[in-house]
């Protein structure tokens, strides 16, 4: 199950990635926020990476006007590794050599069909397991 919420930055796009979640048969659960009045982007970011810390939600997806206080929120949580992403290419080598279970973006940074190319590519690039690349991410919770 798939994490996901936003701010008012990023609801529209948070609407779209949902779209794409139930086109694929991918459950998700909305942890919020519902509508495009303005709201503190920490509820919602601190959210998501709890359920995914916590094990309720596999992985998680977060969206507010540039992905940074949602990625800087998701990063307090112990055991979350998010990564704000706006290529392509980091999206897949973030999952590949980082293991990363959160992905922040940026509605108003990266444009929406590039967004859902991120998601897809973020939610469908497995862990590479390579040796050097599980130390450093055990370094990391250290």
């Known amino acids: 199950m798939i994490a996901i919420g936003c701010d ?10 949902i779209k794409y979640l139930e086109q694929n048969g991918i459950a998700y659960k909305d942890f919020g926020c519902t509508t495009t ?7 919602y970011g601190k959210a998501v990476a709890k359920a995914v810390a916590a094990g309720e939600c596999e992985k ?14 998701a990063n307090k949580v112990a055991g ?20 990363t ?4 973006l940026g509605a108003r940074i990266t444009g929406m069909s590039l967004a ?16 050097r690349h599980v130390r450093r991410i055990s370094m990391l919770e250290e």
């Open 8 to 17: 008012h930055g990023g609801y529209e796009m948070k609407l779209e990635i």
């Open 37 to 43: 009045e303005s709201v503190d982007y920490p509820v």
């Open 60 to 73: 998680g997806i977060l969206v507010c006007g540039t992905g940074i206080g949602m990625s800087i929120a």
């Open 80 to 99: 979350v590794r998010c990564a704000l992403c706006t290529d392509c290419f980091s999206a897949e080598v973030t999952r590949l050599h980082n293991d």
């Open 101 to 104: 279970n959160v992905l922040a």
């Open 116 to 131: 859902l190319k991120i998601v897809d590519i973020w939610l469908n690039t497995p862990f590479s397991d390579d040796e």
